[in-house]
């Protein structure tokens, strides 16, 4: 049971670039989150997506856009990625809405923009 | 804006300690209140509490909630090196989206 996979565990980038972190779940859960963690900064929300075909913003999401492309999968792009996106990315699934269910994490992305 | 405030922001302790850890917040419509343990990868949970006075126990780890003073704490005993790892608080709201705190950095010396 893979749980959240996420895809690449690292990436360096040049400003400017543009790249997809990848995310899938097996467990069939409803909801899937994305988040960027940053020193002393805690977890931040990008975008979440509370059911297949739905998506919607965070508190964080300028410079990113997602996909939800079918129940299991979820994907964050960054268009034309800045050093200020240098940061760790995670997504999360859970069976529902959060504050009924809680969230399962995948192992993070850890992205480097130059 | 939904707001978590975790403290003390490290501690270090020696291994048989018992440390408490707090989390305030303020949300609009509180709806739960989540703890996680974050070693060096993905937060894994701990708990989520909803409901005041409730204590919720999970082996050495236990946590409590206070819906009328806006907090909650979560407390180990006889603590292990294994438990050295940043603790993660998390309310959702009306909104159904996590606000994290900066979490609490325990290091825990043989």
């Known amino acids: 049971n893979a749980g959240v996979t996420q895809t690449p565990k690292f990436q360096v980038l040049k400003t400017g670039q543009s790249m997809t972190l990848q995310c899938a779940q097996d467990?069939?859960?409803?909801?899937m989150y994305w988040y960027r963690q940053d020193p002393g900064m805690g977890l931040r929300l990008i975008y979440y997506?509370?059911?297949?075909?739905?998506?919607d913003k965070g508190e964080v999401p300028n410079g990113y856009n997602v996909s939800r492309l079918n129940k299991r999968e979820f994907s964050l792009r960054l268009e034309s990625a800045a050093p200020s996106q240098t940061s760790v990315y995670f997504c999360?699934?859970?069976?529902?809405?959060?504050?009924?269910?809680?969230?399962?994490f995948g192992p993070g992305t850890r992205l480097t923009v130059t | 804006e939904d707001k978590v405030v975790q403290s003390p922001l490290s501690l270090v302790v020696h291994e048989g300690d018992t440390v408490t850890l707090n989390c305030s917040y303020e949300?609009?419509?509180?709806?739960?209140l989540l703890w996680y343990k974050q070693e060096k990868k993905a937060p894994t949970f701990l708990f989520m509490l909803?409901?005041?006075?409730i204590e919720k126990k999970s082996g050495r780890l236990s946590s409590i909630l206070d819906k009328k003073e806006l907090f909650s704490i979560l407390n180990i005993t006889a603590t292990q090196t294994g438990d050295s790892a940043v603790y993660l608080c998390a309310v959702v709201g009306s909104n159904y989206k996590l606000t994290f705190g900066k979490g609490t950095l325990l290091t825990v010396n043989p």
């Open positions: 999360a699934s859970s069976p529902g809405q959060a504050g009924t269910y809680e969230q399962y």
């Open positions: 949300v609009t419509n509180f709806r739960s």
């Open positions: 467990m069939n859960h409803n909801s």
């Open positions: 909803t409901s005041s006075g």
């Open positions: 997506s509370a059911s297949e075909g739905t998506t």
